[in-house]
């Protein structure tokens, strides 16, 4: 399969890609690790006409710590994630979460910042991003703004990003000394989350359990008001509304989103915070 | 677009479409056809190449993308003599291969697993080879090919 016709263009500044998004407007897509976007162009469900690919911005590739914060740059891939020490001690369940991605050849090209711009509910990173209160770094014409993971994802493969902006940062407040937890259910273990919970503390985010990824917002009542992991649970597919298909249904998804969501706060109660 | 590249050790440089994939850059501009193209949608891994010296899908990365880099395919792990990588020997010493078709990606994939962890345990071996798919289902000789070829036991 071979995406359709397109024009290849490199960015070697933040600024440059500002500005080359901003010369091709709804034609220009950023190509990162383009394990998303070349997928869906060759099966030409997307077809740009422009790629502006932002490989070259290796300074767009860290993870440090920011006071209490840690900050981590769009261009860091899954592996970079998963291994790096930074994130390991201080945001854990995302250093898991990178490790749990496809497999080790995705995990060398996918980026965490081409992951959330792409936003397809059926990632895992960006539940755990909710989860975790993560805050999206956005770099237009005009600066850059921060933009809560909340307030993000408005609809399937859709953001609150401009055309014209770029993702340069994600950052989180530090994890240190919180019970996590990941819990995914796939068909086979490359396969996208049929559905997947992540949970930091008292919040859970939901991989697959409507248009976007969200927060069971009933279990994390439930358990702020003193209830037990098992009963907050329950409450896991409240007011979600999951896809329907022949190989998994609405209802299945919703049973598999209260038993997964028990394991993982088990799981998180449980955990020695400090080991991956 | 022109894109120089190194394959195997040497440069190349060739005139390609924009949209042209890495797959098809080794196939069919270099003719160099040990990579297979399997399901073509990021899954099999039959396509699996070293860029830099790391593992990834060939169908998924456009030959624009490796400008400037450098990539590995099967024919460039035999030595100049004809001799076989350690990890060619040992699929072929542990009868790592049925049919032979996931083989080169196979081969690709141990090579940066073990690049990354040289001393894998079975169990991690498996988790590891997650995004080669062999329709054989011959896996188990070819995790006894990538114990081997670590140096270690083979049964584990």
């Not at chain 1, 960015?11 to 407007?25: C, F, K, N, P, R």
Request: glycine share 12%; aromatic share 4%.
């Amino acid at each position: 399969m071979i995406p359709v016709g397109f024009s290849y263009r490199r960015a070697s500044t933040v600024d440059e890609a500002v500005g080359l998004l901003g010369e091709y407007g709804d034609e220009g897509k950023l190509l990162a690790g383009g394990h998303s976007l070349l997928p869906l162009m060759k099966l030409r469900l997307a077809a740009p006409e422009v790629l502006v690919d932002i490989a070259p911005l290796a300074d767009l590739r860290y993870v440090r710590t920011d006071g209490d914060t840690v900050a981590i740059g769009a261009l860091s891939r899954y592996h970079d994630l998963h291994h790096d020490e930074v994130l390991r001690q201080h945001a854990p369940l995302l250093a898991h979460v990178a490790g749990a991605i496809g497999d080790p050849q995705v995990r060398h090209r996918g980026t965490i910042g081409g992951s959330l711009a792409h936003a397809d509910a059926a990632a895992d990173l960006p539940a755990a991003l909710l989860a975790s209160d993560g805050v999206l770094v956005a770099q237009g014409p005009g600066g850059r703004r921060e933009i809560p993971a909340g307030e993000f994802f408005l609809d399937p493969f859709t953001t609150a990003l401009q055309p014209d902006e770029l993702l340069v940062e994600i950052r989180v407040p530090g994890q240190d000394g919180v019970g996590w937890a990941f819990e995914k259910f796939t068909r086979r273990s490359i396969d996208w989350a049929i559905v997947g919970v992540a949970v930091l503390g008292q919040s859970v985010g939901l991989i697959n359990m409507a248009g976007t990824p969200i927060r069971a917002t009933r279990v994390e009542e439930a358990l702020a008001g003193g209830a037990n992991p098992a009963e907050a649970a329950e409450l896991a597919a409240e007011g979600t509304s999951p896809p329907d298909e022949p190989h998994a249904s609405a209802a299945y998804r919703q049973h598999l989103a209260r038993v997964l969501t028990g394991r993982a706060l088990e799981r998180a109660a449980g955990r020695v915070p400090a080991g991956l | 677009m022109k894109v120089t590249i190194e394959v195997n050790g040497r440069s190349t440089v060739e005139e390609v479409e924009d949209r042209t994939l890495l797959v098809h850059y080794l196939r069919d501009t270099l003719g160099l056809t040990a990579t297979n193209v399997g399901c073509d949608t990021t899954s099999c891994g039959a396509c699996t190449v070293l860029l830099d010296g790391e593992s990834v899908k060939s169908c998924t990365v456009l030959a624009a993308q490796a400008d400037g880099h450098r990539v590995t395919t099967v024919e460039g792990l035999t030595g100049e003599g004809g001799e076989l990588h350690p990890v060619q020997r040992a699929f072929s010493n542990q009868h790592g291969l049925q049919c032979g078709f996931c083989t080169p990606g196979m081969i690709m994939a141990s090579v940066s697993i073990l690049a990354e962890n040289p001393k894998p345990t079975r169990q991690e071996v498996r988790e590891a080879l997650e995004g080669n798919l062999c329709r054989c289902t011959g896996y188990h000789n070819i995790v006894s090919a990538v114990m081997e070829a670590s140096g270690q036991e083979v049964d584990g």
